[in-house]
């Protein structure tokens, strides 16, 4: 059987299917027999859970995982916690599983009711403690990944960070989860990890121990294998570990007849500064600014801010860094940074519909961009720009910042280049006349997709309608493609996630596109890709796409043609 889910991690994956989902027992709402007795419990479970902790923290590498393990232990070490828990047990005169429950349900409720965005999402980890802490005072043995002896695709409802706070990834060879977006904090470190993963999938068909296959790159999983099946599983893995290996000697995407592309990287992800010299990448067409304001207490200041451009800047040597200003709102929130409660947070005060009411705020942040500038090729873009109101608005800010620098006798580049993201289909619509005021475009179809379908791109029960290949999509990613080529100087990126799909290559290819800015794992997979096209043919080819009324229809051709060209990479 196969089954059709949100693709989230690239890669393939063969492995026992484990359920992580340890089911607790009810808990025991009788008069307790012994309270001491209860109370010791209840201190040695919350010590145990507490000794997990440290152990985990001891043995990862990853600062990101380490944080999010600090913040539970940090809960658990609090005086008072044993203290209350004792209370509970002694005034309910009941069981340790109780007080334990009802201790961290009003810890729970109170967080939740906090208007703080970044508090209230803490409220999933303090759920997470709980069943920790539960787990221990019942004895459940935890699912623990140091203890993996074999293969395993691991399943969920609700998949959390937890399974993945291990440096003993080995045999995980998946991760399928009924709940959660690409976004989400397992989302984006299996992305980064490299591991398979598939989100909306209904678990309920799957069994544990049963064998899956997890296609990361088409978003599918398959079960019920036949011995045939899994002789052609094994080749297909091993196939693309060749090709991993292969890739290491990729250097340029350049097609069969001659043309370069430039393959360049989405970051912001301070622990990927290294890697830079390690990828062959074109440059970064997308830094990520709002991981350096996302789990921050205050706002980052411009000195912060320059010193980590510039050090990017610096290992790039010369290759572009197009910086992207901060993308706040919508599914990124920040504690310090008041955005209401929203009925549509999509649609919402996000990203420059902010920065423009907080000009301060805004100018700090263009002052950093522009002072790491005068140290490596910078260019500065704006997110979520629907009109040209806004971006002429965002001009003037960036022009006072200029003043600001000039009045201080502070070098940047004077004629920096600025673009903007189109992500938002009116901009994609009026795309001539938006060219003539920027540099440059960026497509972010993982948005643009979101507005012009009408599709919350975290929505699981609609995501089979999240398509890049809706002729509507098509039309506006080609006229934005189209308007950038009557200038010589002016060149369209994309840094949406359709810009490393295989078929997203051979039409975006077919189309022009200048730029694919990828995820870092990705960008040797992508170059490999285009290297294997030829851009003429690609280009004729495309043109019979492009009155195809539906999905299927352009798929299946788009299949018909990555089967032919990619071959045994495909
Ligand atoms: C996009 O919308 O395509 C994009 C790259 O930005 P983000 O995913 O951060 O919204
Ligand atoms: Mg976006």
Known sequence: MELLGIKVGNGLGLGKCLFVDTKLPNLNQETATSLEEEVIKVNNAIDE?????????????????????????????????????????????????????????NKIKQLENLDNNYLKERAKDVKDIRHKVLSKYYGIVEFNPDNLKEDVILVSHEMTANVLLTDNIEHIKGIVSELGGKTSHIGILTTSLGIPSIFGIDIKNLKNDELLFIDGNKGIIENELSEERIKEIKEKIATELALAKELDDIKEARTLDNYLFEVSANTGDLTELERIDEIPLDGIGLFRTEFLY????????????????????????GKQMIIRTLDIGGDKKCPYIDIGEEANPFLGYRAIRYCLDHKDFFKTSLKAILRASAFGNIAIMYPMISSIEELRQANLILEEAKQDLRDNKISFKEDIKVGIMVEIPAVAAMADMMIEEVDFFSIG???????????????????????????GVIRLIKNAIDVTKNYDDKFVGMCGEMAADPLGIILLVGLGLDEFSVNINTVKKTKKY?????????????????????????????????????????
């Open 445 to 471: 179809t993982n948005d643009l997709v979101q507005y012009t379908t009408a599709v919350d791109r975290g929505n699981t029960k609609i995501s089979k309608l999240y398509e890049w290949f809706n002729p």
């Open 49 to 105: 859970a507490i000794k997990d902790y440290e152990d985990i923290i001891a043995s990862l590498d990853d600062e990101d995982l380490k944080s999010l393990t600090e913040f539970n232990k940090n809960v658990l070490i609090s005086p008072s916690i044993k203290k209350d828990i004792t209370n509970i047990i002694n005034d309910k005169k009941c069981y340790g599983d109780l007080a334990i429950d009802i201790y961290f349900n």
């Open 294 to 317: 996302l789990n921050k207490t205050t706002p980052p200041d411009e000195d912060y801010l320059f010193e980590v451009y510039k050090s990017f800047a610096t290992k790039l040597n």
């Open 530 to 570: 285009i290297s294997l096209l030829n851009k003429k043919e690609t280009e004729e080819f495309v043109k019979t796409l492009l009155n195809l009324k539906t999905v299927k229809e352009i798929e299946d051709k788009l299949n018909k043609f990555a089967n032919e060209k990619y071959g045994k990479y495909y």
